[in-house]
């Protein structure tokens, strides 16, 4: 009777680790590509900006756009000047 209690007990605990690894890993039940796409719309939209000044959030929404539009016209420059030298 006791080996069988210890062995309920063993597959209890597996279990709640198991759960417990579940949620660690996937939060709020959702994917990678959901979350990822989450963090880049908040980014862009400032929501890390300080909520009490207009003038900052519009800034670091303007400033992270810009520097978008920068990353680009740098990609477009680099495979312009490696297919211009093939």
Request: overall charge negative.
């Amino acid at each position: 009777m006791a080996a069988n209690d210890k062995e309920r007990q063993a597959v209890t605990e597996s279990k709640q680790i198991l759960e417990r690894i579940g949620h660690e890993s996937n939060p709020a039940g959702r994917s990678a590509v959901e979350r990822t796409v989450s963090r880049t719309k908040d980014h862009f939209t400032a929501e890390d900006a300080d909520t009490t000044d207009p003038i900052e959030i519009w800034g670091t929404r303007i400033g992270r756009f810009l520097g978008l539009l920068v990353l680009i016209a740098m990609f477009i420059w680099l495979i312009s000047l490696i297919i211009g030298k093939s």
